[in-house]
């Protein structure tokens, strides 16, 4: 017995990382007894928290791993926590050994992250596909306006001084009439053709009607935004034709709808010469 009592003790003091003779002091009284168990059992109860906490650790070490092996950049194991029960039994049944990547991949949570991280990462990727079509699509409007707004400008500011309206004698408040009427002007809408011309539109896309059952030619807007600010001088003094000389007879060797519409402008005073110019040139008078 007295043996047993030794080995006991040594086992004791061990655990508790105490000397042999403490132990044995300790178990002179019931009272000493009764410390002596309490510290046991908390230290037996520390080894098995430790214990669980290194396994646990173990457990999540293994899948975060399985999961950065599919491409998941930063894992983490808080998904998965309603798995963890599991994944305890699924280890002790194999002897306490360290789950395999196949394991890991195969448990029902660990498919639902996958298939979570991935749907993020689509609908990343998704997004970011749209923000930059969007962002190349309004560059590319933007671009577009900017060069149809340099050709309106140019377009309007010869046709504009075809018309030579009766703006303010003194030259830079001139300039800027003439840039609140090209300002006006570049506010519109506008269908550049397949020969170059532009053609106004409204808003939807239709073209604008003249009056005579065709579409407004652009020299036409133009010649109307400026005499809704502005009166024109006399038809003999814009255009510089001696009296009795037909306007038209300048308008000759037209190629195009836009030499055309100047043309047109050129000969607004003179209806006998707008006619010979819609006879001469009936398709553009159509169009």
């Known amino acids: 017995m007295e043996d047993q009592f030794k080995r006991l003790v040594g086992q004791v003091a061990r655990a508790l990382n105490l000397s042999a003779e403490t132990v044995a002091d300790y178990a002179e009284s019931d009272e000493a007894i009764k410390g002596l168990s309490k510290a046991f059992k908390d230290n037996r109860e520390t080894l098995d928290t430790a214990g669980y906490q290194r396994a646990e650790g173990k457990i999540k070490q293994d899948v975060?791993?399985?999961?950065k092996a599919r491409g998941v950049e930063a894992p983490s194991f808080d998904k998965l926590t309603d798995?963890?029960?599991?994944?305890?039994?699924?280890?002790?049944?194999?002897?306490?050994?360290?789950?395999?990547?196949?394991?890991?991949?195969?448990?029902?949570?660990?498919?639902?992250?996958?298939?979570?991280?991935?749907n993020e990462k689509m609908r990343a990727v998704d997004a970011a596909k749209k923000e930059?079509?969007?962002?190349l699509s309004q560059k590319r409007a933007a671009f577009l306006k900017e060069q149809q707004d340099a050709q309106v400008e140019q377009k309007a500011?010869?046709?504009?001084?075809?018309?030579?309206?009766?703006?303010?004698?003194?030259?830079?408040?001139?300039q800027r009439q003439i840039a609140r009427l090209v300002a006006d002007i570049k506010n519109g809408h506008y269908k550049q053709e397949a020969d170059g011309?532009?053609?106004?539109?409204?808003?939807?896309?239709?073209?604008?009607?003249?009056?005579?059952?065709?579409?407004?030619?652009?020299?036409?807007?133009?010649?109307?935004?400026?005499t809704s600010e502005y009166d024109l001088p006399a038809a003999e003094k814009r255009d510089h034709v001696p009296t009795g000389t037909p306007a038209a007879a300048k308008a000759t060797g037209i190629k195009t709808k836009e030499e055309f519409d100047e043309a047109y402008v050129k000969n607004m005073a003179d209806p006998k010469a707008?006619?010979?110019?819609?006879?001469?040139y009936p398709d553009f008078a159509k169009q």
């Open 64 to 67: 975060e791993k399985a999961l």
């Open 83 to 118: 798995a963890l029960d599991q994944l305890e039994t699924t280890a002790a049944s194999k002897g306490g050994g360290t789950l395999s990547d196949e394991d890991v991949l195969k448990h029902p949570a660990v498919k639902r992250a996958l298939t979570e991280a991935e």
């Open 132 to 135: 930059g079509d969007e962002e």
């Open 157 to 174: 500011r010869a046709i504009i001084a075809e018309l030579n309206p009766n703006l303010n004698p003194d030259s830079a408040k001139a």
């Open 197 to 226: 011309t532009l053609t106004p539109i409204d808003a939807e896309g239709k073209y604008l009607d003249n009056g005579a059952g065709g579409s407004k030619s652009f020299a036409e807007h133009v010649r109307e935004v400026v």
């Open 274 to 280: 707008l006619e010979k110019l819609e006879a001469d």
